[in-house]
T-cell receptor, first 117, second 113 residues
């Protein structure tokens, strides 16, 4: 069965530093898709970045990047030069079409990031 | 502007009443989703719809049903709401390709008293 696990419930960092949020997943297949979303204090859920499992290069978008370690079933989100407005809950999600036979997106439980001035 | 719109944003109902949550999108996305979010549990999939009248249960479908009669509109129905259905409900939509990240609506906060 598919599963996505985020063990870090909350993280606090100082502004302008780099933070890494962990995510591990379980899947039986070699082809799958991994996503990171951000949920702001207002409740809005925003897509940040995606990693396709068949790509060896780590995805990067703006000050977000991924540390994809396929043998460890791990997809970490790295935020460089953090800003106060990066404070939010970050969710990792996986789509494993072969196992689920669908476009179902499975979410982790989220990590609360607090960026302090 | 690409957007998923949910109505209403806030709703208070009494136990046993029927509830209708509505979701619309203007991007002609084939796939639409209903999730609920409870503290500490992340987002749990209730139903997924692949197109008009093509719906499948997610992980927690019990107590819910859905309706999709037009591609741009997806409804979540609670027949005889229960207090444990108090939650925040999110609708999302995406193109039907595996690497497309679903776009989420702003959510509906439902309280069942």
């Amino acid at each position: 069965a598919q599963k996505v696990t985020q063990t870090q419930t909350s993280i606090s960092v100082m502004e302008k530093t780099t933070v890494t949020m962990d995510c591990v997943y379980e899947t039986q297949d070699s082809s799958y898709f991994l996503f990171w979303y951000k949920q702001t204090a207002s409740g809005e859920i925003v897509f940040l970045i995606r990693q396709d499992s068949y790509k060896k290069e780590n995805a990067t978008v703006g000050h977000y990047s991924l540390n994809f370690q396929k043998p460890k079933s791990s997809i970490g989100l790295i935020i460089t030069a953090t800003q106060i407005e990066d404070s939010a809950v970050y969710f990792c999600a996986m789509r494993d079409p072969a196992s689920s036979g669908s476009w179902q997106l499975i979410f982790g439980s989220g990590t609360q990031l607090t960026v302090m001035p | 502007d690409m957007k998923v719109t949910q109505m209403p944003r806030y709703l208070i109902k009494r136990m046993g009443e029927n509830v209708l949550l509505e979701c619309g999108q203007d991007m002609s996305h084939e796939t639409m989703y209903w999730y609920r979010q409870d503290p500490g549990l992340g987002l749990q999939l209730i139903y997924i719809s692949y197109d008009v009248d093509s719906n499948s249960e997610g992980d927690i479908p019990k107590g819910y049903r859905v309706s999709r009669k037009k591609r741009e509109h997806f409804s979540l129905i609670l027949d005889s709401a229960k207090t444990n259905q108090t939650s925040v409900y999110f609708c999302a939509s995406s193109l039907s390709t595996n690497n497309q990240a679903p776009l989420f609506g702003e959510g509906t906060r439902l309280s069942v008293l």
